[in-house]
Nanobody
């Protein structure tokens, strides 16, 4: 069993900041890449930022310089610091975590898991 618990969403005024967190728990061998995606009303889910197990980061052009992704490997947690938020950032934010687990045949398998989503609303 694997569980991803997200927190930190809410309502913020334009120009404000929020920090999202996603904690992974359950039975897994190790965690690989971690990332954040978002889905605005009526739009497809899109990548916001990712971070590899080696802490290499990647950002969508629309958030570069304003958002920062980080991870705490000891706590199996990924964070997204969002600064200078704009109304177009309004969306449900989902974390995505790559995990290596043992399958029923005791083989190592890699799968991606999604959090339940946390809503971010940027509005005056």
């Amino acid at each position: 069993q694997v569980q991803l618990v997200e927190s930190g969403g809410g309502l913020v005024q334009p120009g404000g900041s929020l920090r999202l967190s996603c904690a992974a728990s359950g039975s897994f061998f190790r965690i690989g890449d971690m990332g954040w995606y978002r889905q605005a009303p009526g739009k497809q889910r899109e990548l916001v930022a990712t971070i590899t197990s080696g802490a290499r980061t990647n950002y969508a052009d629309s958030v570069k310089g304003r958002f920062a992704i980080s991870r705490d490997n000891a706590r199996n947690t990924v964070h997204l610091q969002m600064n200078n938020l704009k109304p177009e950032a309004t969306a449900v934010y989902y974390c995505n975590v790559e995990m290596v687990r043992l399958d029923s045949d005791y083989r190592l398998t890699t799968s991606n898991y999604w959090g339940q989503g946390t809503k971010v609303t940027v509005s005056a």
